[in-house]
């Protein structure tokens, strides 16, 4: 919503600039975008001018040189290429040095050969309307010389307001201009429909059907002018349209337009002669019936619209825009004038259908209030008659439903305070609500409040009344309190710190944390050689982000191949996220969204140097340390087990991560064709955790690992190379018992010479301890032979060699 | 020749041999040469016993002393050496100190959206909230109907959120988990909810997903001034301690009053920058707008009242603020897209 400062003025009697009433406004709940200027920012220069003399440009047909008295000692030349300048007109000067509202300054310049002291200057050039076919003239011989923005309307600031969608009385310049007067305590000039030249009882000259019914149409107003005369609008009222941004058309149309901006209630004029039968009908629009807008639109509406129609069919799309049928046109003489009310929702679902927003509309679909209907008429009475020399005819028509009763709260003072925090003397509440239309008077334990018309729809509940005060009291006032606690401590949960030290522990490996897209292009799912099923999107923005993702990898491979691209090689990244996994028992019956924790490894471990200029390549066993490091952190024992049956995993180098014994991810080498088409043409290796299967551990226990210190042993055991480590290690570990406190692989060698065909030996660091004494050198001698004789036994593996 | 001869030639012998000996190793070979077990001298003195008793004496104590001598003088000669070795040693160990070091891997980061959404839930606990996450794939109810908009409110619009179904969408904010943890816990309740949302946009300013931290504290008697004060907490906290507030009035759906919070500029003071020159990081206003907030509306309680939530009993404030817009301010990021590109450049440089 535009406000022009000027225009505001008028109803409001405001004692500061712009800047200072736009913060006024903000604090108490009218939001201003910003503040603009419209039209002549400089009024230096600017000035009335009488033509003294026109003649013919001597080199130009169409130039003439005029002599301009601009008020000075001596007569001004200035070449003007408009047709209608004439000596004796009362023009709008710009001298030398003036700014133009576009930016440039004006210079003594030579046209075509000759002197031009200054600008006479069309209504364009004033941004007073889009005319430039001519020069303004002035229709009032005022002196040369006098400020042009004494006698026309050159310049105002401008507000521009972002309406809350609750507030349609603020979509109106008397709305604005009645918070203005509650946020700065400025009077309020009387409303501009208080006076109303037209009057109320039966029209005659047009009937009126309302087959929509009073839902739909709650009330429809009309009035009749006869003896009309089209033509333009004078400049003061073409300024004000263009402030806000509304091209000035016919003094029938503009006055429309006025009276909606200034009353914040839409209305439309009907050519009467126009309209066939003399009878409107409000009524459903059928299905596919067709109507011409005034936009030069072909339309096609549907039985939940409303249109207003004639003999000959819908002649407008009702609350959202007329037809060009019953346009007003310069031959018209008498017009029906027409202010109705609209059911929000309704208008709001044919304009998006429609897929057309007007200013009518967007007011509509907010709600407005019948009375409104009224104030229009009023308005525009008193205008067609001053501007279009036209005689109103005795009679409202005025059709609908009995307004309802008014709507009375009762406000009490302590509920102000304990909402609040803070106390509204009751004086002070009803004055405040006072201006701002409400009716307040003493109640009891407080104040019986009656809510006005135009906020019907927005203030309902003592809790509504309350915003009321306290925002026009000064929420600058209210004290910083915290709350005075009952009950309830603040902590994460342990689920929540798990999460956290796993993230820090990745980071700490010097993996970066990314946050990828919860969207996945149907694609993705064929490219990882998956089926899943996945959570389609009705409304997808692109065929790229059209389903909700499963897993994450697609978001670390998406991660990793544009780092890769723009020349990173070593690459590092983990996210931490929830998927979306088809579930009717999730919380929606549609989905379930487990939080997942994924890592992915590629390129050098670690960045090369001139030490060592080919560090290892991160594989299988980079991203198995990893997981380690990073489930260890936590406290947390895992195991893997070989294969994950994931399709997207290289067949030889995948394998489930168990925790408890149950699965809660995979981890492996991400298959090369798959890697591949990611454009990774190393080795790219990944795990990705379920988090919500992941119990957070319990406290652990203290040992005492210092009073009875471990004797350490290493084996080295001959096995087939089909024997996975993992065996030979659980084999240990039974055999070993309790004093076996740890065994662990430190190399594997394979030498078919030395140790046959077929044959690889492990060799395992063992650790002995006893928790109550030191093992004597027979005690571990005796577990590490029973190791030895159950490889044996069990393995078919023998030891390496004695020493 | 006689023995005492013998005796003084070995002497003269290792002496002249432990000066020549250039090396530690050297002196070891000569020690094993003249005192070792197979070795002359001490061989002679072992045999001292086969020797007439006369003689006895005087070889026994010469062989003694010339063996206490060698020792000495062995001993003295590896000191020598050991130093000149260490001394060679060292200089051959010389490096040039200007390559460089050896690369340690870079520790990560976490992502910047991750950094600012743990600053926000610490300072929450720090006051005495919860955290609590949601599903992000909600339905109409609880991200709309519950939350007191009307059936035409614009954001409904298929043009605006994503849906699933008509019945489900993927929620458009974090305040769903308002009514669910309504429904879940009665008061006293304080909850932050981080977490993903999703709007239908995209440019600078947009992105069709972001994320929010929801706030909702209702207890018996708390009161907008409640609301203002903890959010002057958590605006010092994650802005300095210099900071004020100020709630302008606003209007949502689900709290009544509503309100919008701005916090004072950290960069300039009252709009001016130090150079005197408008602010651009707050556009001159001194203000930067960081959430909205409310006390939430009585229609929302009244649909959990079963709970414990009658709106004549508990009342409380509800707050809402985007974590890519702080952190926006924070770090003076200039592009919201910067967050979902991932690109290894922007993340490494928040710590
Ligand atoms: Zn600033």
Redesign the pocket.
């Given at each position: 919503m535009r406000v022009p400062l000027e225009w505001l003025r008028e109803y409001c009697d405001l004692h500061m600039d712009a800047h200072t009433l736009a913060q006024r406004l903000a604090l108490t709940g009218t939001e201003v975008e910003r503040v603009e200027h419209h039209g002549v920012s400089e009024l230096e220069h600017f000035v009335v001018g009488h033509v003294l003399e026109r003649r013919k440009h001597p080199d130009a047909d169409r130039l003439s040189v005029c002599m301009v008295d601009t008020g000075g000692s001596a007569a001004a030349q200035i070449v003007c290429g408009a047709p209608n300048v004439a000596a004796g007109q009362t023009v709008a000067v710009a001298r030398p040095g003036a700014v133009m509202p576009d930016g440039t300054r004006l210079r003594r310049a030579k046209l075509r050969g000759i002197e031009s002291q200054g600008m006479i200057l069309s209504e364009r050039e004033l941004q007073i309307s889009d005319e430039h076919t001519g020069i303004m003239v002035l229709e009032q011989a005022h002196a040369p010389g006098t400020p042009l923005a004494d006698v026309a309307p050159i310049a105002t600031d401008v507000l521009v307001l972002e309406v809350t969608p609750n507030r349609p009385d603020c979509l109106s310049i008397y709305g604005v201009a009645r918070e203005a007067a509650a946020a700065t305590g400025a009077q309020l000039r009387a409303a501009p429909w208080d006076y109303d030249p037209g009057s109320l009882g039966e029209l005659h000259g047009i009937e009126v059907l309302n087959e929509a019914g009073d839902e739909l149409c709650p009330r429809f107003t009309a009035r009749i002018f006869d003896g009309l005369r089209v033509g333009p609008s004078p400049l003061w009222l073409k300024a004000r349209l263009m402030a806000c941004g509304q091209r000035p058309i016919s003094n029938v149309v503009d006055i429309t337009n006025y009276v909606m901006l200034l009353t914040g209630q839409p209305m439309h004029a009907f050519d009467r002669e126009r309209i066939t039968g003399g009878r409107l009908t409000v009524r459903p629009a059928l299905d596919g019936e067709l109507l011409a807008t005034l936009d030069g639109q072909q339309r096609t509406l549907s039985a939940s619209m409303v249109v207003i129609a004639d003999a000959e069919g819908a002649t407008s799309a009702a609350g959202v825009m007329g037809g060009g049928r019953s346009e007003v046109s310069e031959q018209t003489t008498s017009i029906v004038s027409e202010a109705a009310t609209w059911n929000g929702p309704n208008i709001h679902a044919t304009s998006q259908a429609l897929g057309l927003r007007s200013e009518a509309s967007s007011r509509f679909e907010k709600g407005l209030a019948a009375e409104q209907t009224l104030w229009a008429q009023a308005v525009a009475t008193r205008l067609f008659q001053d501007l279009c020399e036209a005689r109103v005819r005795p009679g409202t028509l005025d059709i609908g439903a009995p307004p309802a009763p008014p709507l009375e709260i009762h406000l009490r003072d302590a509920r102000i305070e304990r909402l609040l925090g803070m106390v509204i003397p009751r004086a002070r509440c009803r004055e405040l609500l006072e201006t701002i239309g409400f009716d307040a008077s003493d109640g009891g334990d407080g104040l019986d409040v009656t809510v006005p018309d135009f906020r019907r729809a927005d203030v309902t509940r003592e809790a509504d009344l309350i915003e009321e005060v306290a925002r026009l009291a000064g929420l600058e006032r209210l004290p910083a309190t915290l709350p005075a606690r009952r009950a309830a401590v603040g902590r994460l949960t342990a689920a929540q710190r798990l999460r956290r030290r796993l993230e820090d522990t990745l980071a700490a490996q010097g993996l970066h944390e990314i946050v990828g897209w919860s969207f996945a292009a149907v694609e993705q799912a064929a490219r990882l050689l998956e089926q899943h099923p996945a959570v389609e999107l009705a409304n997808p923005m692109s065929s790229e982000q059209s389903r909700m993702r499963t897993s994450l990898l697609g978001s670390l491979l998406d991660a990793a191949a544009r780092n890769r691209a723009r020349g990173a090689t070593r690459i590092g990244l983990f996210e931490s996220g929830a998927v979306y996994l088809p579930d009717p028992d999730g919380p929606s019956g549609v989905a379930r969204e487990p939080h997942h924790l994924a890592a992915l490894v590629s390129g050098p471990v670690r960045p090369p140097s001139w030490r060592e200029q080919h560090p290892p390549q991160a594989d299988f066993f980079a991203v198995k340390g990893l997981l380690g490091a990073v489930l260890e952190s936590a406290g947390i024992a895992w195991q893997l087990v070989a294969g994950a049956e994931r399709p997207f995993l290289h067949p030889g180098r995948a394998a489930t991560v168990e925790v408890a014994g149950a699965s809660v991810g995979w981890l492996g080498e991400i298959h090369p064709r798959v890697a591949g088409d990611w454009d990774l043409d190393e080795a790219v290796a990944a795990f990705e955790l379920d988090l919500s299967t992941i119990d957070p551990p319990g406290p652990q226990a203290f040992t005492d690992l210092v009073s009875f210190p471990a004797v350490r042993e290493d084996l080295a055991i001959v096995v087939p190379e089909s024997l996975p480590a993992g065996e030979l290690v659980a084999v240990i570990a039974t055999a070993g018992g309790p004093l076996l406190q740890a065994s662990e692989i430190f190399d594997v060698f394979r030498d078919e010479q030395r140790l046959g065909a077929g044959l690889k030996s492990v060799a395992v660091r063992l650790s002995f301890r006893a928790g109550d004494r030191t093992l004597t050198d027979e005690e571990v001698a005796r577990q590490r032979n029973l190791i030895v004789v159950a490889v044996e036994n069990q393995l078919g593996g023998r030891l390496r060699d004695a020493g | 020749m006689s023995v005492t001869d013998r005796i003084e030639q070995l002497e003269r012998e290792a002496q002249a041999a432990a000066a020549a000996a250039a090396s530690t190793v050297a002196i070891e070979e000569l020690r094993v040469r003249y005192l070792g077990r197979r070795a002359e001298l001490p061989n002679l003195l072992r045999d001292v016993a086969q020797l007439p008793t006369d003689q006895r004496g005087a070889v026994g104590s010469a062989a003694n002393r010339a063996r206490k001598e060698i020792e000495a003088l062995l001993e003295r000669r590896a000191g020598e050496l050991a130093v000149a070795e260490l001394e060679a040693r060292l200089r051959s160990e010389r490096v040039d100190v200007t390559l460089p070091g050896d690369p340690l891997p870079a520790i990560g980061r976490l992502h910047l959206i991750t950094q600012t959404r743990r600053e926000i839930e610490d300072v929450f606990i720090g006051l005495g909230f919860n955290v609590a996450e949601g599903p992000e794939i909600e339905s109409v109810h609880y991200n709309f109907d519950a939350l007191n908009h009307d059936p035409q409110h614009p954001a409904r619009a298929w043009t605006d959120t994503f849906y699933v179904t008509d019945e489900v969408l993927l929620r458009t904010h974090t305040s769903p988990m308002q009514v669910r943890a309504m429904e879940r816990t009665p008061p006293p309740l304080y909850l932050i909810v981080p977490g993903r949302v999703y709007r239908r946009d995209s440019d600078v300013t947009h992105t069709p997903q972001f994320h929010q931290v929801e706030g909702l504290a209702v207890d018996e008697d708390i009161t907008l001034a409640d609301l203002k004060g903890t959010l002057l907490e958590f605006a010092r906290a994650i802005f300095g301690a210099e900071r004020e507030v100020r709630l302008r009035p606003h209007f949502f759906p689900f709290t009544e009053p509503s309100v919008e919070v701005d916090v004072s500029?950290?960069?300039?003071?009252g709009?001016?920058?130090a150079g005197g020159e408008r602010?651009?990081?707050?556009?001159?206003?001194?203000w930067?707008e960081i959430l909205g907030s409310g006390m939430v509306d009585p229609n929302v309680l009244a649909g959990v009242a079963a709970n414990g939530y009658d709106p004549e009993r508990v009342q409380g404030f509800a707050f809402g603020m985007g974590i890519e817009r702080i952190a926006m301010l924070k770090h003076g990021v200039s592009d919201l897209r910067l967050f979902y590109d991932n690109d290894v450049r922007f993340l490494e440089q928040f710590a």
């Open positions: - | 500029c950290f960069a300039c003071s709009g001016l920058a602010c651009g990081i707050c556009k001159g206003t001194g930067l």
